[in-house]
């Protein structure tokens, strides 16, 4: 485990060197260069409470390490640099009966069995001119059609070239294209898929793609109004175009309204049944240490909503464990925020939500499908002291449905620490 560890280690900063030494006037290459190590302990438990359920529970215990780096551009014209992602997981504890958490790789030769560790080196070229950069290699992208799963032990990452542009004042314009995806329980690069979670109803004629393309246009009108356009089109599936208005209301000290709008239209690109208007409105209101949401999420169209397989979908009622986006779904939130902050406890926080989604569209002569979620989270992050930094997270879930998905109770611990290097 420490060797693997120190392997990628001596890989990141080999590779930095060199290219420090090789390129001429290199002092931002090295002064605004960064390194961390995120030390990330997690233990997974999800039972299945329906009494047909072909596994009884997952439970599996790991560590994670995530060493990342970023170079500074030499100077010039166009400046040069390279970002870095040393990923390593281990397992503490899992079983055949037990595995399939998603925290770990699994045996390709020991049925339903998880690897003792598994990991990746991830190398970013990138190229800065003006105010825009040209990123090509591992990409943790994060833009509305295109989310890059951490829900686990290590990060779903992908390959391709993106663009950011921040030339106009407000605005930010990212644009590329994807070529693989390697999945958070992986260490393989593979083609992408399309998520076959919940009731969608989606039918295709491929199994994966080798190209999303992808698109994106933020702008921020004023400090409190920010309105967006995104595209993404993965070959052979769907394509998409996504909306979104954020909008922050002050309303006396202390307190606030956020309004978040979203609309998406997604289509069949030739290789699928894709067809599908998800509409979502959230909205918090602020009083001090508290905030109080209530959302609604509706589908519409012949499926559900599409995304790529492994990722995050950009959806209001996205939570845990469901997307509440299967066919004509229609579903609800009511969630409650608390920081601590406010009665002198800061690193304190507490949430709790709960969904209720109903209409769901199950084929013919089958009745109408229903489903419920609540979620709990808990976190602490130690504020001063030789545990500074330390954090601590409970996140706890019960699922149930009517007519189809399964039943199921979870609850995840995660202790996590980021150590900077330099």
Sequence with gaps: MVRNTRILATRIL???????????????????????LELRNFYFNRDFRQTNAAQSKQ??????????????????????????LGLEGVKLDSSPDRAGSGLLKRHSYTPNGSQDEYGELGLTAKLQASRSVLKLGTLLPKLPTIL???????????????????????????????????????????????????????????????K?????????????LATAYSYGHL?????????????????????????????????????????????????TYNLGGHAFGLGYQGMSGDTGYAYVNGADAFLVNFVQIGDFASKDEKSWQVRYDYNFAAIGVPGLTFMTRYINGDNIDLGS????????????DIGYVV???????????????????????????ENRLIVSYTLPIW
């Design 14 to 36: 080999l590779t930095g060197g060199v290219i420090s030494l090789s390129a001429p006037a290199a002092a931002d290459f090295i002064k605004d260069s960064k390194a961390s």
């Design 148 to 210: 890059a799963n951490d829900s686990r032990l290590l990060p779903q990452t992908f390959e391709g070239g993106q663009l950011t542009s921040l030339e106009i004042e407000g605005m930010t314009v990212d644009a590329g294209r994807l070529t693989q995806v390697n999945q958070r329980d992986s260490s393989n690069n593979e083609d992408m898929g399309i998520t076959r979670t919940g009731a969608k109803g989606i039918t295709t004629q491929n199994v994966a793609s080798d």
């Design 235 to 283: 070959d052979n599936f769907y394509s998409q175009h996504l909306v979104n208005l954020a909008y922050l209301l002050p309303v006396t000290t202390g307190q606030s309204l956020k309004t978040d709008l979203r609309f998406a239209r997604s289509t069949d690109d030739g290789g699928s049944n894709v067809d599908n208007n998800a509409f979502g409105a959230m909205f």
């Design 365 to 376: 002569n089958r009745p109408e499908g229903k489903e419920w979620e609540r979620d709990t």
């Design 383 to 409: 504020q001063s002291g030789p545990l500074k930094n330390v954090g601590v997270k409970w996140r706890n879930a019960t699922v149930r449905s009517t007519h189809f998905g399964s039943d199921l109770d």
């Design 59 to 84: 439970e599996e215990w790991a560590q994670g390490f995530l060493l990342r780096y970023e170079s500074g551009y030499t100077e010039g014209l166009i400046g040069v640099g390279f970002d870095a």
């Design 212 to 224: 999303f393309d992808f698109a994106s246009l933020n702008y921020k009108w004023t400090s409190n």
